[in-house]
C-alpha cells in the first residue's frame, strides 16, 4: 500500500466495488426470496387437477433455463462483441474489457425483471376487478 486514493483500502481493493458486490448479493437474496411465493401464486392459476404437473414443469423449466441460459447468453454476447471488434484473441486488458461488458449484460438483462413486476401488477389488478368475490368484497368494504 502505498497511500495513493486509488490504494486507499490496502489489500481489500476498491471500495466501489465491494459496494457493488454487497448491492447485488442484496438483490439476489431478495429475488431468491420471492419464488416460493411467486410459486405458489402460479400453482394457483392453474385447475387444480392440474397442478401436480404444472408445479413439476414449472420448476423444470425454470431450472433448465436457469442453468443453461444463466452462463450461456452473457458467454454469446461476449463472444459477439469479441468476434464484433476483432478480437480472435484478446489481451489482456481486452479480456476485462470484454467480462465488464459481460458483467453489464447481466445487471441490464436484470431490469427486465422490472418490466414482468410490472406487467404482473396490472394483470393482477385486473384480475381482482374482474373477479366477483372481490367486487362482494370492495362492496361491503365500502360500507
Not at 387444480?48 to 442453468?67: C, D, H, K, P
Request: proline share 4%.
Amino acid at each position: 500500500n502505498d497511500g495513493s486514493t486509488a490504494n486507499v483500502w490496502g489489500d481489500y481493493g476498491d471500495i466501489w466495488l465491494w459496494l457493488l458486490w454487497v448491492s447485488i448479493g442484496f438483490l439476489q437474496m431478495a429475488h431468491n426470496a420471492s419464488v416460493p411465493a411467486l410459486c405458489g401464486i402460479n400453482i394457483q392459476l392453474v385447475p387444480e387437477s392440474m397442478r401436480t404437473f404444472a408445479s413439476g414443469a414449472q420448476m423444470t423449466v425454470r431450472n433448465i433455463l436457469g442453468y443453461a441460459c444463466g452462463p450461456l447468453l452473457p458467454a454469446l454476447f461476449m463472444s459477439f462483441l469479441s468476434w464484433n471488434w476483432s478480437w480472435y484473441n484478446p489481451t489482456r486488458a481486452q479480456s476485462i474489457k470484454l467480462l465488464c461488458w459481460g458483467m453489464v449484460f447481466i445487471l441490464a438483462i436484470n431490469f427486465c425483471g422490472i418490466i414482468n413486476m410490472r406487467k404482473a401488477k396490472w394483470a393482477a389488478i385486473r384480475a381482482a376487478r374482474q373477479h366477483p368475490a372481490m367486487n362482494q368484497l370492495c362492496v361491503y368494504g365500502s360500507t
